[in-house]
């Protein structure tokens, strides 16, 4: 037996509410929560499980086969929207995995199945959420190779990269350093843009580790995307107010400083929630491989990124707060000279008049 998960995962640039939306999804679409099946109830807590919505099938074509392939989509509260294109052949040899994994490597000639089940997710969402600001372009993708037993004839290199070749001793050792076992007979590689799961059982646990863990990285990599914008903006605004009179910058500062803080609350609170998305307490081979697949995902970097712009963007408003109060300092200094100075034109006036 094999499968493959086709997977990609979109931002909607806003939270969801799972539980108003869960109601309001027709029993037609067969809206459900996402669970594990394999561990303890206490070893993974999740505090907003995915809503997973079964979508139409696609239709793929590759060499001279064609296959129909069930869609699934998960709808994430953080925002995000997973997608996954299912393959699965029940009664094939591990070995016939290589054919498809060849021809659909890098998820290529998978592009109009994809955009077709996002549009199609984006429709049914859209009487509950409105229509929903998702870039097509912007995406993590990952592909998970699936097979029930360790076959000599599959290579994982050559698999997981897509591409039949003489590799060297020390490219698959890189390769194949990110490898985990449960048992005698379940595996779990994983790399940069794929996994090899290898198990008699459907390692569906595992599976939605995989997902959460892209999901993760794509929320930091949509935030470290929406700093560098706001960034360039600030840069931008902070230029136009130099060309301005005093009180016109002054303005335009307050307006700059009120839409970082609105920037920063709104960043700390999702990182704060995409951090939080999934704990794992008890099952230590669960903890490791979602541990490595953000590693390998390198979630680490791109945190540190919207960590840092974070840090950047909070200098930007201590020093507009200081040049705002310099300002205000300024103006007050005059309004008590130009008070000293009338009221001494009074008293001279006044002594004037006497």
Known sequence: MY???????????????????????????????????????????????????????????????TWSLPVIARIYDIGAI?????????????????????????????????????SEIRRILYPHLGDLPVDPEFYEDYTIYLTDRTDPSVDPVALLTGDDFAFSQQTREEILKNSLCYGKVDTTILSWDTAHLISPEPPSDLIELIEFA????????????????????????????????????????????????????????????????IKITEDIYYARVYAIALQVLRSSQWRSGVDRKIAVIRENYRMLSEEVN????????????????????????????H
């Open 3 to 65: 499968a493959i998960r086709f997977l990609r995962i979109y931002d909607t640039g806003d939270e969801i509410d799972l539980h108003r939306l869960e109601q309001a999804l027709d029993a037609a679409h067969l809206a459900t929560r996402a669970t594990f099946t394999r561990v303890k109830p206490k070893s993974i807590s999740m505090e907003e499980p995915p809503l997973l919505v079964r979508l139409p099938p696609c239709s793929v074509t590759g060499g001279d086969n």
């Open 82 to 118: 997973s997608i996954t294109l299912l393959m699965e052949a029940i009664n094939e040899e591990p070995s016939a995995i290589m054919v498809p994994a060849f021809l659909f490597a890098g998820q290529k000639g998978l592009e109009e199945p994809f955009l077709s089940s996002l």
């Open 214 to 277: 892209n999901v993760q990285v794509l929320e930091l990599r949509y935030y470290d995307r929406l700093l560098t914008r706001q960034m360039e903006r600030l840069y931008d605004d902070i230029e136009l107010a130099d060309q301005l009179s005093r009180f016109s910058r002054i303005r335009l500062y307050h307006v700059i400083m009120s839409r970082i803080m609105e920037t920063h609350a709104e960043v700390s609170e999702i990182t704060e929630k995409v951090d939080n998305l």
């Open 326 to 353: 310099i300002q205000h300092s300024n103006f007050l200094e005059w309004i008590i000279i130009i008070l000293i100075a009338l009221e001494f034109i009074f008293a001279i006036w006044q002594a004037a008049r």
